[in-house]
């Protein structure tokens, strides 16, 4: 099973989703286990022994740059794409994956029609919430 995570954005926002890497490596301990960010997240993933590979998204590189990179998550067949964002950039990197199984948050977690890149939504527990909440408005 190849599975991608994709959360983008900061290195705190980044550090924030760490335990679902670790959670998916003591799950799945033959799966290869990627994870999609922005420069400043590959930072903090750089040598992670849970991680058997980090892409990091071309930001600021211009649009043929984004398209290449979209492009080449496509070759990487992987089977799931994990969306920690919720965001509309993460929806659309979740979908150039091609896995066709896309999970990702329901509203009111993901905003700006994530909701439409994925394939299942789930709403999380009340505490976790909240937790969302309190990371996105930092």
């Known amino acids: 099973m190849r599975i991608a995570i994709v959360r983008l954005s900061a290195r705190g926002d980044v550090v924030d989703s760490l335990p679902a890497a670790y959670a998916l490596r003591a799950a799945k301990t033959d799966a290869h286990l990627a994870w999609i960010c922005d420069p400043p997240g590959a930072e903090v993933l750089a040598g992670n022994p849970v991680l058997d590979a980090v892409h990091v998204f071309p930001r600021g590189a211009g649009i043929g740059a984004a398209r290449r990179f979209l492009r080449s998550l496509r070759r990487e067949r992987f089977d799931v794409a994990l969306d920690l964002h919720g965001h509309f950039r993460s929806g659309l990197v979740a979908r150039a994956t091609g896995a066709p199984w896309r999970i990702g948050f329901a509203p009111p977690v993901s905003r700006e029609g994530n909701r439409w890149f994925l394939t299942e939504r789930v709403v999380p527990?009340?505490?976790?919430?909240?937790?969302?909440?309190?990371?996105?408005?930092?």
């Open 125 to 138: 527990p009340p505490d976790v919430q909240e937790n969302l909440s309190i990371q996105d408005t930092k």
